[in-house]
């Protein structure tokens, strides 16, 4: 028995949990205590949804089957916790699968069905991807390497500030917007620790340093509209039109992606030079080059070592699992691999493919380790997950207790509005609702059902609606608490909230411009689409 085992150890004596304790004779406080902790805004938020829940189908009236009435309430439930976030949001989108069978709106066995799908095994694999490049480091190395090929020499701030704009963008067009600023902001904090103090910087240097910070925050989003697994929204824009739309054609990662990468090029082209044009002045160059040159960069990168073979091997199954989604189904006429198992294998398939093949591949590091191990899997975002399942669960019952109808007759009045017109104040109020609604995701499962009954009662082509409105939803560019990748960038004390007005305003007015121009033009292109019918 060694010395710390013996019955003397002072851990031994030590208690789990304490024999003794002082008595608190404190009954007003106690009484405080106890009735704040029962009457509090919170639980007022907690009681609120099933009570109007309750209400709705009580007292509201539907000329539809009484399961649409249900389906009402259970909405207004499920979004009353979403919004205030009285319940974690995680928790409120597991109530689904007790509320729609005990309203009678579908069986346990369907509504699970939502929780499962294509769709979340493309989340599920595509964030144990992301894991393995947060791992091994890679993300460091290529912001590194691409920010170096930007730099110039001499240095040339605007064109650093492209360097990491676009370094942003192709991460975060891969991996999920926060992991992107997770990963991305120690590069752009990385870059900063060599100018120095605030409180000693000029004006100049000052305004350059809000900008490398504002690089990622912004550059965060905009590389996520790109592709399908960019974020969490485009997800459930898919999700959605599959969930709806059942016999129409899929949206895949290709048709996907030769929509949304020229707008979010274009949207990134247009916050470079917002950003330029507010923080980026002249004399900038000559007061950073002491502090930042292509020689900082060098020797940052040389510090990080040879590439690895873990790091060649994510990067090759990286590689593979980007191949393998743009050539799946490529077009009508050339329809790629997928035909070859007539059409079953999905995008989702390939993304747990290559999860499933760093589970088989060694690292070389360690003997019989291989270069992801179940431990690293415990960060997955169950959270978003769960939400993405809740929102296809709710769109499915939004049709199938005939609510859809219900609320196509009431936006009947929206056929006569031009769509040109349309879509603008569409994508502006779906902007501007998702400032105030933390998650993004939560928003846009909110509106996207709603733009789809809106846009058949104009007899357009749903996702003329549903995909701008969609994206708009990812424009959360003025508050801090808007979005998770804001808090990021927020929590570095180099940015303020003025910081952000001053950029998210120009930027979120170039977006819904963007939107409204290519969603009738280059979208009708490639959705087979004709926004005049």
Same mark, same amino acid.
């Given at each position: =028995?060694?010395?710390?085992?013996?019955?003397?150890?002072?851990?031994?004596?030590?208690?789990?949990?304490?024999?003794?304790?002082?008595?608190?004779?404190?009954?007003?406080? &106690?009484?405080?205590?106890?009735?704040?902790?029962?009457? &509090?805004?919170?639980?007022?938020?907690?009681?609120?949804?099933?009570?109007?829940?309750?209400?709705?189908?009580?007292?509201?009236?539907?000329?539809?089957?009484?399961?649409?009435?249900?389906?009402?309430?259970?909405?207004?439930?499920?979004?009353?916790?979403?919004?205030?976030?009285?319940?974690?949001?995680?928790?409120?989108?597991?109530?689904?699968?007790?509320?729609?069978?005990?309203?009678?709106?579908?069986?346990?066995?369907?509504?699970?069905?939502?929780?499962?799908?294509?769709?979340?095994?493309?989340?599920?694999?595509?964030?144990?991807?992301?894991?393995?490049?947060?791992?091994?480091?890679?993300?460091?190395?290529?912001?590194?390497?691409? %920010?170096?090929?930007?730099?110039?020499?001499?240095?040339?701030?605007?064109?650093?500030?492209?360097?990491?704009?676009?370094?942003?963008?192709?991460?975060? =067009?891969?991996?999920?917007?926060?992991?992107?600023?997770?990963?991305?902001?120690?590069?752009?904090?990385?870059?900063?620790?060599?100018?120095?103090?605030?409180?000693?910087?000029?004006?100049?240097?000052?305004?350059?340093?809000?900008?490398?910070?504002?690089?990622?925050?912004?550059?965060?989003?905009?590389?996520?509209?790109?592709?399908? %697994?960019?974020?969490?929204?485009?997800?459930?824009?898919?999700?959605?039109?599959?969930?709806?739309?059942?016999?129409?054609?899929?949206?895949?990662?290709?048709?996907?992606?030769?929509?949304?990468?020229?707008?979010?090029?274009?949207?990134?082209?247009?916050?470079?030079?917002?950003?330029?044009?507010?923080?980026?002045?002249?004399?900038?160059?000559?007061?950073?080059?002491?502090?930042?040159?292509?020689?900082?960069?060098?020797?940052?990168?040389?510090?990080?070592?040879?590439?690895?073979?873990?790091?060649?091997?994510?990067?090759?199954?990286?590689?593979?699992?980007?191949?393998?989604?743009?050539?799946?189904?490529?077009?009508?006429?050339?329809?790629?691999?997928?035909?070859?198992?007539?059409?079953?294998?999905?995008?989702?398939?390939?993304?747990?493919?290559?999860?499933?093949?760093?589970?088989?591949?060694?690292?070389?590091?360690?003997?019989?380790?291989?270069?992801? &191990?179940?431990?690293?899997?415990?960060?997955?975002?169950?959270?978003?997950?769960?939400?993405?399942?809740?929102?296809?669960?709710?769109?499915?019952?939004?049709?199938?207790?005939?609510?859809?109808?219900?609320?196509?007759?009431?936006?009947?009045?929206?056929?006569?509005?031009?769509?040109?017109?349309?879509?603008?104040?569409?994508?502006?109020?779906?902007?501007?609702?998702?400032?105030?609604?933390?998650? &993004?995701?939560?928003?846009? %499962?909110?509106?996207?059902?709603?733009?789809?009954?809106?846009?058949?009662?104009?007899?357009?082509?749903?996702?003329?609606?549903?995909?701008?409105?969609?994206?708009?939803?990812?424009?959360?560019?003025?508050?801090?608490?808007?979005?998770?990748?804001?808090?990021?960038?927020?929590?570095?004390?180099?940015?303020?909230?003025?910081? =952000?007005?001053?950029?998210?305003?120009?930027?979120?007015?170039?977006?819904?411009?963007?939107?409204?121009?290519?969603?009738?033009?280059?979208?009708?292109?490639?959705?087979?689409?004709?926004?005049?019918?």
């Amino acid at each position: =028995m060694s010395e710390e085992q013996t019955p003397s150890s002072p851990i031994l004596k030590a208690p789990l949990l304490p024999l003794h304790h002082e008595p608190i004779h404190q009954p007003q406080n &106690n009484s405080f205590t106890i009735t704040s902790s029962i009457f &509090n805004l919170k639980n007022f938020y907690i009681i609120l949804g099933p009570l109007l829940s309750l209400l709705i189908c009580l007292l509201v009236k539907l000329d539809a089957p009484a399961t649409s009435t249900k389906m009402l309430g259970v909405i207004a439930w499920v979004f009353t916790w979403w919004i205030t976030e009285a319940v974690p949001l995680p928790v409120t989108s597991m109530c689904p699968l007790f509320l729609f069978p005990l309203f009678g709106i579908s069986s346990a066995d369907t509504v699970a069905h939502s929780y499962m799908d294509d769709v979340i095994t493309l989340v599920l694999g595509s964030f144990i991807l992301a894991l393995a490049v947060e791992r091994y480091n890679v993300h460091r190395r290529l912001a590194l390497n691409v %920010t170096l090929i930007f730099c110039g020499d001499p240095l040339n701030p605007a064109m650093l500030l492209l360097g990491l704009c676009a370094t942003t963008f192709f991460v975060s =067009m891969w991996l999920h917007n926060v992991a992107a600023a997770v990963m991305m902001m120690p590069v752009a904090t990385g870059i900063l620790h060599r100018l120095p103090p605030a409180h000693e910087q000029s004006e100049l240097m000052n305004k350059f340093s809000r900008a490398v910070i504002l690089t990622v925050v912004y550059a965060t989003p905009i590389g996520g509209i790109s592709t399908l %697994t960019g974020t969490g929204v485009n997800l459930i824009i898919i999700g959605m039109w599959k969930s709806l739309v059942p016999e129409a054609k899929p949206i895949s990662f290709n048709s996907w992606f030769f929509f949304g990468f020229p707008v979010a090029v274009f949207l990134l082209i247009c916050f470079w030079i917002i950003l330029c044009l507010l923080y980026v002045r002249k004399g900038s160059s000559r007061v950073l080059s002491d502090y930042l040159d292509r020689a900082h960069l060098k020797r940052d990168l040389e510090a990080l070592g040879p590439m690895s073979f873990a790091e060649k091997m994510v990067l090759c199954v990286f590689g593979l699992l980007i191949i393998l989604w743009m050539t799946r189904r490529i077009s009508d006429d050339l329809p790629g691999w997928g035909v070859l198992f007539h059409g079953l294998v999905g995008d989702g398939s390939i993304s747990v493919l290559a999860a499933v093949l760093l589970f088989i591949i060694p690292n070389m590091k360690q003997s019989g380790e291989k270069l992801m &191990n179940w431990n690293e899997c415990k960060k997955l975002p169950w959270n978003l997950i769960l939400l993405l399942g809740a929102g296809f669960a709710i769109a499915d019952g939004v049709e199938s207790s005939g609510l859809a109808d219900v609320m196509s007759k009431a936006l009947e009045f929206l056929k006569h509005v031009p769509y040109l017109a349309i879509v603008p104040t569409v994508t502006l109020l779906c902007s501007i609702i998702t400032e105030f609604i933390t998650s &993004n995701d939560a928003t846009a %499962t909110l509106l996207v059902p709603l733009l789809y009954n809106i846009a058949r009662t104009m007899h357009v082509h749903p996702l003329l609606l549903m995909i701008p409105g969609g994206i708009a939803t990812e424009f959360a560019f003025w508050l801090p608490t808007s979005t998770p990748s804001n808090v990021v960038g927020f929590a570095t004390g180099h940015i303020e909230i003025k910081d =952000m007005l001053k950029v998210g305003l120009p930027l979120k007015v170039a977006g819904i411009s963007v939107l409204s121009l290519l969603m009738p033009t280059l979208g009708s292109i490639v959705y087979g689409t004709n926004y005049g019918a």
